[in-house]
């Protein structure tokens, strides 16, 4: 198989991480997601990753928390997630770097483009915590604009569902899936999945958007090599 996409970046969420428990970190699905990882990064192509928090903390738990606190209790969830994705990748022999938006030099470097893009020059997988380090942001955001600062082909964007519905399949067993949209029909429609922020940012920025299911077999490495799978969001 050869890749389509010469530099990615993959957003996975914390549930996802979390497996049937959806709490914590099921190490069998990391070792799965660092399998394909490796055969990702055996093509050539320069990795970065965004995780969420949501198998540790969502800012909704904080009901009646000032909602600054709440968001930054996030983050510092997304750390936990990517020193654990970083420790299972380095054991399998690439060097990987987890760079925050909020500085915990202890722990993990400071975001600095021009240090992430050497990181790829080098070969290392880098992986970007603390979302953007702003209250209010989703990591869909953080997802989108670490997308466009790296210049990355594409967003790819592993759920819990194998793409886009025009409703929720899990309720809805007659919900109707798209196979391509655009970021203007994104935003019109409300459609939830992607914020309209993230949407945007790609939109402006001419990111095309891969939403796949992360539980189907190899879908990591079947979305770079450019396999018809999941919803495309592009530009009109």
């Known amino acids: 198989m050869e890749p389509k996409y010469h530099r990615i970046l993959l957003k996975l969420s914390g549930e996802a991480l979390a ?14 997601v660092v399998d ?6 055996e093509m050539g192509v320069e990795i970065a990753l965004v995780i969420g928090g949501g198998n540790f903390w969502r800012g909704r738990q904080g009901t009646g928390m ?11 969830a997304t750390v936990m997630n990517s020193l654990a994705m ?18 915990m030099i202890s722990v993990a470097e ?10 790829f020059e080098k070969g290392r997988i880098v992986i970007m915590a603390c979302g953007t ?36 399949p899990h309720m809805n067993p007659h919900a109707r899936k798209y196979e391509k949209l655009t970021f203007g029909e994104i ?3 409300g459609l939830k999945a992607m914020d309209t922020t993230a949407a945007t940012m790609c939109m402006e920025n001419n990111i095309p958007v891969l939403a796949f299911a992360l539980n189907e077999k190899d879908s990591i490495v079947r979305a770079v090599c450019g396999e018809k799978m999941g919803t495309m969001i592009v530009n009109e």
């Open 133 to 168: 380090g702003n209250p209010y942001c989703s990591t869909d955001t953080a997802a989108a604009q670490r997308a466009c600062e790296i210049n990355a082909d594409v967003l790819l964007m592993a759920k819990n569902v194998d793409g886009i519905y025009d409703s929720d």
């Open 86 to 103: 970083m420790d299972a990748i380095e054991k399998r022999g690439i060097p990987t770097r987890v760079q925050t938006a909020l500085n």
């Open 19 to 32: 497996g049937k428990d959806r709490f914590g970190l099921d190490e069998r699905v990391i070792s799965g």
């Open 66 to 76: 000032d909602r600054a606190t709440a968001d930054h209790m996030g983050m510092l």
């Open 110 to 119: 400071p975001y600095v483009l021009r240090k992430a893009l050497h990181h």
């Open 187 to 189: 935003i019109n429609q």
């Open 36 to 41: 394909q990882l490796v055969r990702v990064h």
